[in-house]
């Protein structure tokens, strides 16, 4: 399996739900990543997870709480968003840091009313 | 500062012509550059990455350290060639194990 998947697609959430995002890859790679496009932007990092630790929260919100429970799946968390948090969420991951090649999965497009 | 360059937000050319996507960055170690491309409705992947030295879709790049440059090109630009272009850079000695992002070139080649 060469492809990192992400569910679900589509999420719309209320501003006092809780939701969770989830990805997963089966490549053997140590290194993951959850980033933010907004359209027609690049991707905007938010966390890197690293041998399953988190190694880089670029000052996100706590409203996002990443987890990794183990070396294949990585969750994002989701609490109390605010409707500017709608945006396509992407998870990638590489075989050791963010000098190898990335691979990223389809995305979930999240709309927070 | 670590940072990527792209100065066009938008590229419109004709089928058949050449195309050149620029990118500049700065880097204060040994930089890691790749270019990775967005299809319409298709996940974002890596295109092609300087140590590689490959020729993917008929694209080529070489990195210039004395111009701090990684500019895109090929010969003859196809329609399906037609997406989102994000330069990227990533390094030892440098930044922190993040991969930084252009703003993008949107490649738009018309029949």
């Known amino acids: ?113 | 500062a670590q940072r990527v360059t792209q100065p066009e937000k938008l590229l419109s050319v004709f089928k058949g012509a050449p195309v050149e996507l620029k990118c500049n960055y700065s880097y204060s170690g040994s930089p890691e550059l790749f270019w990775y491309v967005q299809y319409s409705r298709q996940r974002l992947q890596l295109l092609l990455r300087h140590i590689s030295r490959e020729s993917i879709k008929g694209f080529t790049a070489d990195l210039n350290k004395g111009e701090t440059s990684f500019h895109l090109k090929k010969p003859f630009a196809q329609e399906e060639d037609s997406a989102m272009y994000y330069c990227a850079l990533s390094g030892y000695g440098g930044a922190t194990n993040k991969l930084i992002f252009g703003t993008g070139t949107l490649l738009a080649v018309q029949p």
């Open chain 1, 1 to 113: 399996d060469t492809e990192v998947t992400q569910t679900p697609k589509h999420l719309v959430m209320g501003m006092t739900n809780k939701k969770s995002l989830k990805c997963e890859q089966h490549m053997g790679h140590r290194a993951m990543y959850w980033y933010k496009q907004k359209a027609k932007k690049p991707p905007e990092l938010m966390f890197v997870y690293s041998y399953e630790k988190l190694s880089i929260n670029e000052s996100v919100p706590s409203r996002f709480s990443p987890e990794c429970p183990n070396s294949s799946l990585l969750n994002l968390h989701l609490h109390a968003l605010q409707p500017e948090d709608s945006a396509l969420y992407l998870c990638a991951s590489s075989p050791r840091d963010s000098t190898d090649t990335q691979y990223f999965g389809p995305g979930t497009r999240l709309t927070v009313l």
